[in-house]
């Protein structure tokens, strides 16, 4: 198994339900377990700014999938929650981004590791620094990072209140 970082954004429809919904989706199958998620967080958007908040979040999971192979089950559930992607950093149903997989460095047209902005993004390292703090990136820990970056714009709305199937109540 190999461990991998998530984060995942919604700002159409019931954004709640979409990131349960693709957190339930991405540990239905054998290959993947959701072992960690973070709580929710609420922010504005970036690069097209004409459009609604996002709710963001982390999660961590560990998959018997190649990074390419977790790559298509994020596409294919974003798909199915009724992604659209019409236009760069516009508005969508819900947004799976890859951040990190295993000590793994990746660089091809499809698909970079670590994410090549996360650094860049509080939305992103707060989340991940919730629950994963002491996890390396080039230049500190994440929580480093996040505490470098603010948390000016991030407001934590709590927990999503999603646990897996047979998991004890939180």
Known sequence: MNTAYLGLGSNLGDRRRHLTEAIRQLNAGPDTRVTAVSSVYETA?????????????AVRVDTRHPARELLDQCLHIEAGLGRVRSERWGPRTI?????????????DARLQVPHPRMQERSFVLIPLAE???ELRLAGGTVAEWAARLGAAGVRRLGPLEWRAPGAPPP
């Open 45 to 57: 958007p970036v690069g097209v700014t004409a459009q609604p908040d996002f709710l963001n979040l």
């Open 131 to 133: 629950i994963a703090p």
């Open 95 to 107: 947004d799976i981004d890859l951040l990190l997989y295993a000590d793994a460095c990746i660089r």
